[in-house]
Every structure is written in structure tokens, then in C-alpha cells.
């Protein structure tokens, strides 16, 4: 059974840096492309970014391109999201999702994950 971990979240002032992590277990990471969503306070859970299964630069929302970046390594069963240049905007649960398509097709439609993280509480607050 596929398990996603969530790690990393934690309370940082505006303009403060950040890196989550996604631990992966029960199959090899690079079976899967990784989405990281977020879901904030009575607001839809959206995608954020998203990891092909050979790595790269990956795809990035446009409310976080140029703040967040995206990486894996997958001799660590590993995905991270840098998230650097913070905003109150940026509080919300932070979740890692897998998929088996490539994320140059609807990269952030949630029909196409599974095997979803228990999340990891990001905070944005002076």
C-alpha cells in the first residue's frame, strides 16, 4: 500500500522560507509524477505544483511561479517544495498527491491523483 507523509510546515513571518517535504513508501517514487495541492480555510483545495517522474523543473501555479520551486529524489523516495518569498496567502493545509500521467496534461486536476497525503499546516503570520 502506497503511503504519502507530509513535512515541513510550521509558522513563518511574511516573506519567510519554507521547505515541505512528501516521504513516499510502498512502491518506488519514480512510479508516480507528485502533485503538492493546498487547501486554506473554507476555500477549494488547489494545485500548486507538479513533479514529472523523471524530475525537472516542473510545473508551477501561477500564484506561486517564482516563489515556489519543485524537486525530487527519488534514491530518497523523496519530493520537496521550496517556498521562499511567503505571504499570508500562502496559510493552508499542504497535501502531496500521486499520478501516473504526465503533469503536462491537467497538471492540478485532482481526477487523475490518489494515494493523498494527511497534509502539513503551513502559516503565514507576523
Known amino acids: 500500500q502506497v503511503q504519502l507523509v507530509e513535512s515541513g510546515g510550521g509558522l513563518v513571518q511574511p516573506g519567510g522560507s519554507l521547505r515541505l517535504s512528501c516521504a513516499v513508501s510502498?512502491?518506488?517514487?519514480?512510479?508516480?509524477?507528485i502533485g503538492w495541492f493546498r487547501q486554506a480555510p473554507g476555500k477549494e483545495r488547489e494545485g500548486v505544483s507538479c513533479?514529472?517522474?523523471?524530475?525537472?523543473?516542473?510545473y508551477q501555479a501561477e500564484s506561486v511561479k517564482g516563489r515556489f520551486t519543485i524537486s525530487r529524489d527519488n534514491a530518497k523516495n523523496t519530493v520537496y517544495l521550496q517556498m521562499n518569498s511567503l505571504k499570508p496567502e500562502d496559510t493552508a493545509v499542504y497535501y502531496c498527491?500521486?499520478?501516473?500521467?504526465?503533469?503536462?496534461?491537467?497538471?492540478?486536476?485532482?481526477?487523475?491523483?490518489?494515494?493523498w497525503g494527511q497534509g502539513t499546516q503551513v502559516t503565514v503570520s507576523s
Open positions: 510502498g512502491a518506488p517514487l519514480d512510479n508516480y509524477a
Open positions: 498527491a500521486t499520478r501516473v500521467t504526465s503533469c503536462v496534461r491537467l497538471p492540478y486536476y485532482r481526477g487523475l491523483y490518489f494515494n
Open positions: 513533479i514529472n517522474n523523471s524530475g525537472g523543473s516542473g
